[in-house]
C-alpha cells in the first residue's frame, strides 16, 4: 500500500551467461576462448539463443493487448496475461568497476560491469524499463543494449532490484505501468486481478468494516490513477502508476468529523495489518461521504 521508496539496493550483477554473451559480441571466440566458426548456435537446445530467429519487433499478443485496452475493449488484466509469454527487451549499460590500467597508463573498461537500466518514478518508486521492440529501447537510450528475456524473467530481475513498478515502452506513443502486485504475479507466473475489480479485496474490506457501526459500507472504486493517457492525450482506462484503489466510505447520516476520521484512521490501520489486503493493492486513497437520510 506504501508508495515511499523502497531502500537502495546492493549493486546485482546481470545473470553469467547474458555478461559472457554480451562481453563477446563481434569477438571472433566465445567466452571460453573457442572459435565461432563452424558452430550451429540456433535451436533450443541452446540457452544463449532462444531469441536467435527474433526480429526484434513487438509481440503480437501484446500489440493486441494494448490496442483494446486503449480502445476500451479490454482491461489491464489481458495486458498483464499477454505479458505471461511474450518476448521483451531489458536495457542494459556498462558500468565502470574497478579501473584496470594498461600497460600505457589508461583506464581500461575491461572490469566494466553490465547494469539494467533503472528509473525512478514521479513517487519516488524505482521502476524497471522493458520494450516491446528494439527500435523503442533504441529511441528512449541510444546507449543501451537491447538484451531479449521473457516478461516474467525481466518481472524477477525487477522484484530483485527492488524495483516496484514494470514500465513498458516508457518515451513511446503509449507507456504502460504494470504496478507492484501485477509484477510480483507476473514473476511468480499467475494470474493477476486488478484490485479494483478483485472480489478477494472486497471481502477483505466488507470484513474489516463489521464493527464500525457508524459506517454504513464501503464502495470499491478504480484509483485516479489507474489511468493515463497517450502520448497524443487520448485517455486510456489502465496503465497508470496509481493510487490504485479507492475505497469510498458511506457514513450515517449526523456522523461527526471527528467520529469518522477515527472511523478512517481505525479502518486504514486494520486493512495495513491485514497480509492479503496489503500484498493485493498497490496503492490507496480513501474518500469519506455521508448516506442520505
Given at each position: 500500500m506504501s508508495?515511499?521508496?523502497?531502500?537502495?539496493?546492493?549493486k546485482r550483477h546481470l545473470p553469467g551467461h547474458i555478461v559472457a554473451a554480451l562481453a563477446q559480441a563481434g569477438?571472433?571466440?566465445?567466452?571460453?576462448?573457442?572459435?565461432?566458426?563452424?558452430?550451429?548456435?540456433?535451436?533450443?537446445?541452446?540457452?544463449?539463443?532462444?531469441?536467435?530467429?527474433?526480429?526484434?519487433?513487438?509481440?503480437?499478443?501484446?500489440?493486441?493487448?494494448?490496442?483494446?485496452?486503449?480502445?476500451?475493449?479490454?482491461?489491464?488484466?489481458?495486458?498483464?496475461k499477454s505479458l505471461a509469454n511474450a518476448r521483451v527487451f531489458v536495457a542494459v549499460v556498462a558500468q565502470l568497476g574497478e579501473e584496470a590500467m594498461t600497460e600505457h597508463g589508461f583506464a581500461s573498461d575491461k572490469e566494466a560491469d553490465m547494469a539494467l537500466v533503472k528509473i525512478k518514478a514521479p513517487d519516488g518508486r524505482m521502476a524497471l524499463p522493458i520494450f516491446t521492440t528494439v527500435e523503442r529501447l533504441q529511441a528512449w537510450h541510444k546507449e543501451a543494449r537491447p538484451v531479449a528475456v521473457y516478461a516474467p524473467r525481466a518481472a524477477l530481475s525487477a522484484v530483485s532490484e527492488e524495483c516496484q513498478l514494470l514500465v513498458l515502452d516508457p518515451g513511446s506513443d503509449f507507456t504502460f505501468v504494470?504496478?507492484?502486485?501485477?509484477?510480483?504475479?507476473?514473476?511468480?507466473?499467475?494470474?493477476?486481478?486488478?484490485?479494483?475489480?478483485?472480489?478477494?479485496?472486497?471481502?477483505?474490506?466488507?470484513?474489516?468494516?463489521?464493527?464500525?457501526?457508524?459506517?454504513?459500507t464501503v464502495k470499491v472504486a478504480p484509483g485516479k490513477g489507474v489511468g493515463s493517457r497517450s502520448?497524443?492525450?487520448?485517455?486510456?482506462?489502465?496503465?497508470?502508476?496509481?493510487?490504485?484503489?479507492?475505497?469510498?466510505?458511506?457514513?450515517?447520516?449526523?456522523?461527526?468529523?471527528?467520529?469518522?476520521?477515527?472511523?478512517?484512521?481505525?479502518?486504514?490501520?486494520?486493512?495495513?495489518?491485514n497480509t492479503e489486503f496489503a500484498e493485493a493493492v498497490d496503492s490507496l486513497e480513501l474518500s469519506l461521504h455521508s448516506a442520505p437520510n
Amino acid at each position: 500500500m506504501s508508495t515511499e521508496q523502497p531502500p537502495s539496493a546492493p549493486k546485482r550483477h546481470l545473470p553469467g551467461h547474458i555478461v559472457a554473451a554480451l562481453a563477446q559480441a563481434g569477438s571472433q571466440t566465445d567466452s571460453a576462448g573457442q572459435d565461432w566458426e563452424g558452430r550451429d548456435l540456433s535451436g533450443e537446445g541452446n540457452p544463449l539463443h532462444n531469441f536467435d530467429k527474433d526480429d526484434g519487433k513487438a509481440d503480437a499478443n501484446v500489440l493486441a493487448a494494448l490496442t483494446a485496452l486503449r480502445e476500451g475493449s479490454a482491461g489491464e488484466s489481458e495486458v498483464h496475461k499477454s505479458l505471461a509469454n511474450a518476448r521483451v527487451f531489458v536495457a542494459v549499460v556498462a558500468q565502470l568497476g574497478e579501473e584496470a590500467m594498461t600497460e600505457h597508463g589508461f583506464a581500461s573498461d575491461k572490469e566494466a560491469d553490465m547494469a539494467l537500466v533503472k528509473i525512478k518514478a514521479p513517487d519516488g518508486r524505482m521502476a524497471l524499463p522493458i520494450f516491446t521492440t528494439v527500435e523503442r529501447l533504441q529511441a528512449w537510450h541510444k546507449e543501451a543494449r537491447p538484451v531479449a528475456v521473457y516478461a516474467p524473467r525481466a518481472a524477477l530481475s525487477a522484484v530483485s532490484e527492488e524495483c516496484q513498478l514494470l514500465v513498458l515502452d516508457p518515451g513511446s506513443d503509449f507507456t504502460f505501468v504494470l504496478r507492484r502486485p501485477g509484477l510480483w504475479t507476473l514473476a511468480k507466473q499467475v494470474d493477476w486481478i486488478p484490485s479494483y475489480q478483485s472480489q478477494q479485496v472486497a471481502s477483505l474490506v466488507q470484513n474489516a468494516i463489521e464493527d464500525f457501526n457508524q459506517l454504513r459500507t464501503v464502495k470499491v472504486a478504480p484509483g485516479k490513477g489507474v489511468g493515463s493517457r497517450s502520448k497524443d492525450g487520448q485517455v486510456v482506462l489502465g496503465g497508470g502508476p496509481g493510487p490504485e484503489l479507492n475505497l469510498q466510505l458511506i457514513f450515517a447520516p449526523g456522523t461527526s468529523q471527528d467520529d469518522a476520521r477515527e472511523t478512517t484512521r481505525a479502518l486504514h490501520g486494520r486493512l495495513s495489518q491485514n497480509t492479503e489486503f496489503a500484498e493485493a493493492v498497490d496503492s490507496l486513497e480513501l474518500s469519506l461521504h455521508s448516506a442520505p437520510n
